[in-house]
């Protein structure tokens, strides 16, 4: 079979490699079992250098020196099992779009660049933790790996290039009443309701200061994730907490966010029977790459001499590792990967094989021309 592998894509390879990273429950937290997986899949296949870091993520590098393109994917899915079936032409499992397929086709189109006369080096990036507080690729900075641009794997859709994410910023508020007889419910006031009065508040305010006409990218947009209560006497709530979930454009930074937040709390303060705050559970700020760069550039040219046609340039409302490396690398960097992204964490997770194998080499073409435009 390894001979398969002279200048071509092993298709049977490949698509075993997805079915076996699928096979692997891998919810955010519990990475191990694939990270040590695709470290010895990496090291089978001949990697120049395999490692895995403390938090879990996985490494392999082929080629050497300058210039580095990094294919950086996540290991990690969100919770929630899909059996691993084929049905015709559709690969069904966790991850299957959001992003296992993405991070196989980088590590197919490594092993193919390995064997063609690679003029500088790939490094092969599996993290951890991207569907949580993103634990894998700030680690993966604090590594200091020297590299000149990146792609990371996350589902675009086969012609499309995701070059801008809107930034999110999660935060806890918590409304407090005092206790007391339930019977007495008349006479006081209950947190749990307080807090629904606050939530409808601010989702009215964001619905009519902060939607964009331009779309739901350009619009702040909130979503209430979590509710849940507390009575400290086992009678009327006292304590009601929500995890708020805001989607920032790159008009609205984190600290403009905060700003809204801490307003709509102050007016809410002077209408409820209660006691409100909050507190910031974590902030990735928006980010929009330049879409003349040189990834975005290669990607293109890639796309259209595999499959024919224009590319689409996409901006994504949801946030990525992409928004955390390229704020503070500022090197050229583009999301790209197979699977319609619809399908993101939902029970019907599926990649359409045609598909995933296309990637590969577009992958591959892509960071040739990285080389290419690089080494002069
Ligand atoms: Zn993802």
């Known amino acids: 079979m390894a001979s398969g592998w002279r200048m071509n894509l092993n298709h049977d390879y490949a698509v075993n490699l997805l079915k076996g990273m699928l096979e692997i429950y891998s919810p955010s937290g519990s990475e191990e079992e ?11 296949r001949g990697f120049d250098r395999v490692w895995r870091n403390r938090v879990g993520n996985v490494y392999g590098e082929v080629g050497s020196g300058r210039p580095t393109v990094l294919l950086c994917g996540h290991i990690d899915t969100v919770p929630g099992r899909i059996p691993v079936r084929v049905e015709g032409e559709r690969i069904y499992g966790r991850g299957a779009v959001d992003a296992k397929s993405s991070l196989a086709a980088m590590l197919n189109a490594a092993i193919l660049l390995k064997e063609s006369n690679l003029k500088g080096k790939v490094i092969v990036a599996g993290v951890v933790d991207e569907e949580g507080g993103g ?4 680690s993966l900075l ?12 996350e589902p675009s859709g086969i012609d499309n290039i995701t070059f801008a994410y809107k930034g999110h910023l999660k935060l806890k508020v918590t409304c407090r009443t005092a206790t007391g007889h339930l019977s007495a419910q008349p006479l006081l006031s209950n947190a749990v309701e307080e807090g629904i009065k606050f939530w409808l508040k601010f989702k009215r305010i964001c619905e009519e200061k902060y939607k964009s006409p331009h779309g739901v990218f ?16 086992g009678s009327i709530p006292d304590i009601c907490h929500m995890n708020i979930d805001l989607r920032l454009p790159p008009t609205i930074p984190p600290e403009k966010a905060i700003e809204i937040v801490a307003s709509a709390i102050e007016g809410f303060r002077g209408e409820c029977g209660c006691d409100v705050g909050f507190r910031v559970i974590s902030v990735v700020k928006p980010y929009v790459a330049d879409r003349g760069n040189i990834v975005i550039r290669a990607l ?44 993101s964490h939902t029970h019907n997770e599926y990649i359409n094989i045609r598909e995933y194998l296309a990637s590969i080499k577009i992958y591959k073409r892509a960071v040739e021309k990285i080389f290419n435009y690089m080494v002069k």
């Open 34 to 44: 694939i990270s040590l997986f695709l470290a010895d899949e990496m090291r089978k």
């Open 135 to 138: 634990k894998g690729i700030k």
């Open 142 to 153: 604090r590594e200091n790996i020297v590299i000149d641009c990146a792609i990371f794997g």
């Open 218 to 233: 350009y619009s702040l947009t909130p979503a209430l994730a979590k509710i849940y209560s507390r009575s400290t006497t």
């Open 300 to 343: 293109r040219e890639a796309i259209s001499e595999e499959i024919g046609g224009e590319a689409g340039l996409i901006r994504k409302t949801g946030t990525s590792d992409m928004n955390i490396l390229g704020l503070h690398l500022k090197v050229p960097v583009a999301a790209y990967g197979p699977g319609e992204s619809i399908l």
